[in-house]
């Protein structure tokens, strides 16, 4: 995916086993297109982690995902985006945060600037 911001918001959690259709439908119905919507945030992109083989040093090396499972980057204009009302606002709407968010755990968040 080409990116066309200077700066990556990046966001990864799990999610309790029960609720990962609802959060996955949330997220790509309401949660996603509320956040699109924000001054400042130009793309977002969902992804799953799993478990991989790939070839190092000329050997095959099984990898296990470590990490959160479910992981979405936002394309942000700059970091301030996250500071503002309507970003606040926007993580605020639908199901999210009474429904979804509680049932989501491991959370990590951070801002990468594109070289």
């Known amino acids: 995916m ?3 911001t200077k700066y990556l918001f990046i966001v990864s959690m799990d999610v309790d086993a029960d609720k990962e259709a609802l959060f996955n ?9 509320y ?5 400042g945030v130009r793309a977002a992109t969902r992804v ?6 790939m070839q190092l040093g000329g050997e095959q090396i099984k990898k296990q995902h470590d990490g959160p499972v479910y992981t979405a980057i936002y394309e ?3 970091p301030g985006v ?5 970003w606040a606002e926007a ?13 989501t755990r491991n959370r990590r968040h951070w801002v ?3 070289i």
């Open 112 to 114: 990468c600037k594109v």
């Open 25 to 33: 439908e949330v997220y790509d119905t309401e949660h996603v297109p």
């Open 48 to 53: 799953k982690g799993g478990s991989f083989t």
């Open 2 to 4: 080409p990116i066309a």
């Open 91 to 103: 993580g605020e709407k639908g199901r999210w945060p009474g429904e979804v968010r509680p049932f």
């Open 76 to 78: 942000i204009d700059d």
């Open 82 to 86: 996250l500071l503002s009302p309507e």
């Open 35 to 39: 956040i699109s919507k924000v001054p």
